[in-house]
Each structure stands twice: as C-alpha cells, then as structure tokens.
C-alpha cells in the first residue's frame, strides 16, 4: 500500500505474512506482519514487524475511506476519530482537509521510528504529515485490501468460541442483596499492569482500579 503525497513523503507498507505461519495453537494467528519503508524530509528508513492483529488491519482501510469522503462542513458533530491499534508502532490521524486532499498525520514509533529516533518506550512517535489526494487514499485503501486478503483472521472463529467458553462469577458486595456478574478470575484487588516486549521494551500500561468496599 503506498500512501504518499506530491512531494514523495509518506509510507509504503506491506502484509508480509502471519507472525505464526504454522502454530500448534491456531490462536498465534492472531499478527500481521507488516514492513514498509518511510519517506521523509529528515530521510528514508525500513522497517518490519508484527504490529497489527489480524482483526485489526481490516480498519486501515475502512479509516482511510472515511478519511477520503469526509468533508470539514463546519458542523460541530462532524468528527473522525483514528482507528485504534493494540501496538503503538502505527497510527493515522487527520490533520486537515482541502478541496481534493486530506492531510494526515503518520505515526510511526518503536520498531517503526527511523534509526535516528529509537526509543526504549511508546508514546513518542516519528509523524510525517502528508497530502495526499482523495483519490489516493482510496486507492490506497483498496490496495491495503489487497494486502491483508491473502492472510485473513483465520483465528477468530477460536476467539469467539473462547469468549463463550468463559464462565461468569457472581460477586456479592457486602451489604448489598445485589451480585456484581465478573468474568472468572475477577480480582478484587488494584493492580497496575504494564506489557513489555521481550526486548524490555515498554508498550503498553493501564492502571486497573475496583471499588474499595
């Protein structure tokens, strides 16, 4: 999928297969490597890894249609959020529109920053802004669904029968006649959890709090 503008900034980005071609476990299906290169003023870079799910990149493509029909019509209920991505290493958002282009802002950290920005934590992207024409983002869009339709969520059949497989636990507060349904394994407990890469590498935190009783 190449997304540039008139003045050869942008990216170029790749499906290149499952980060598990072949697991025991048909849930590691789960990955879409992706590598691309990136074109920007400071310079060019390449880069590859397992940055998306494969429920997740279906929403590239679906965002950057939307980005292409959206028109600014002064409306305050006019609004384009970016699509969400469990890693940080990608992220699109709009940055303005024009007559016949849409500015955007790519996002581009950890193992996709250029060699010159490497950081050990997420949160603090390489952006390269780019104007591309409407039309080629939708042609962009409509190649990015070339891409992934060779590798499709094969797991996700897994995943539903795993949710459903999932019992609920009724929790009584003291108190109160009332139970609080919470998915088995409910911890009652604040806790902070933080996910690192086996490189140490932080991505991702949240602060988990349950009411104190």
């Known amino acids: ?32 490597v992706v590598e691309g290169t990136a074109v920007s003023r400071q310079g060019t870079w390449t880069f590859r890894y397992p940055a998306l799910t494969c429920d997740e990149s279906p929403r590239l493509s679906a965002w950057l249609r939307a980005a292409a029909d959206f028109t600014a019509s002064g409306e305050s209920s006019n609004r384009l959020d970016p699509p969400f991505f469990m890693e940080p290493n990608l992220t699109v958002a709009p940055d303005g529109w024009t007559d016949d282009a849409t500015v955007l802002k790519i996002g581009l950290d950890l193992e996709f920053s250029p060699p010159w920005q490497r950081r ?53 507060t003291p108190g109160s006649p009332v139970p609080i349904e919470a998915a088995a394994g409910y911890d009652p407990y604040p806790l902070t959890s933080a996910t690192w890469s086996a490189a140490g590498v932080k991505r991702s935190s949240k602060l988990i709090v349950h009411p104190i009783w």
């Open 120 to 172: 050990t934590s997420a949160g603090d992207p390489f952006v390269i802004v780019i104007e591309p024409t409407r039309e080629q983002v939708r042609q962009a869009a409509e190649e990015w669904d070339a891409e992934i339709a060779p590798y499709p969520d094969d797991h996700a059949k897994c995943r539903d029968q795993e949710s459903a497989a999932v019992p609920a636990a009724s929790v009584t």
């Open 1 to 32: 999928m190449r997304l540039f503008d008139s003045a050869g900034y942008g990216v170029d980005l790749r499906v290149v297969g499952y980060q598990f071609p072949e697991p025991d476990d048909p849930m590691h299906f789960s990955w879409h």
